[in-house]
């Protein structure tokens, strides 16, 4: 590791601890050169994989979309902000987990729908209506009768 000062190359390492949040390593070093001390930390670099859209063009996976999307779909129900950030996360590891350099976007509507239909069922609906382009009422029916029909079966489940 250079010497942030003087860029001599010669930095030994005199401690590493583990940061308090333990999601990196925290190391001390002191230079050879001009004796100066610093710090360095290491950290996991974790990439989500690049968005594959229907036109085939490529876009950096943006959380702030995913959430602007989740929130549009809740907008005025009732699930609390700790519920959409734990559907965020789970979103997002099950996109980390995957190992994929791309995804397509259907992939992760289906993610996002999986999400909501847990979450909350009249968010599921208008979600699932504008990502799979309701045309009219019956489709309305049919996600309607899908979601009814499942709650039915934990019912009887219990």
Do not use: W
């Amino acid at each position: 590791m250079k010497c942030p000062f003087c860029n001599h190359e010669d930095t030994p390492v005199l401690d590493t601890r583990v940061a308090e949040d333990g999601s990196s390593i925290r190391r001390r070093r002191r230079c050879d050169a001009c004796d100066k001390r610093f710090t360095t930390y290491e950290r996991i670099e974790l990439t989500l994989p690049v968005i594959v859209k229907k036109n085939g063009s490529r876009t950096d996976f943006d959380a702030g979309k995913l959430r602007g999307s989740l929130m549009l779909a809740l907008r005025k129900r009732p699930v609390s902000a700790e519920a959409l950030d734990a559907a965020l996360q789970s979103i997002q590891e099950k996109l980390l987990q995957s190992g994929a350099r791309e995804v397509m976007s259907g992939q992760i509507g289906e993610l996002v729908m999986r999400e909501l239909k847990r979450l909350d069922k009249i968010a599921y609906i208008r979600f699932a209506s504008v990502y799979k382009s309701f045309e009219d009422v019956t489709e309305f029916e049919d996600a309607i009768a899908e979601v009814g029909s499942e709650r039915k079966t934990r019912k009887r489940e219990q």
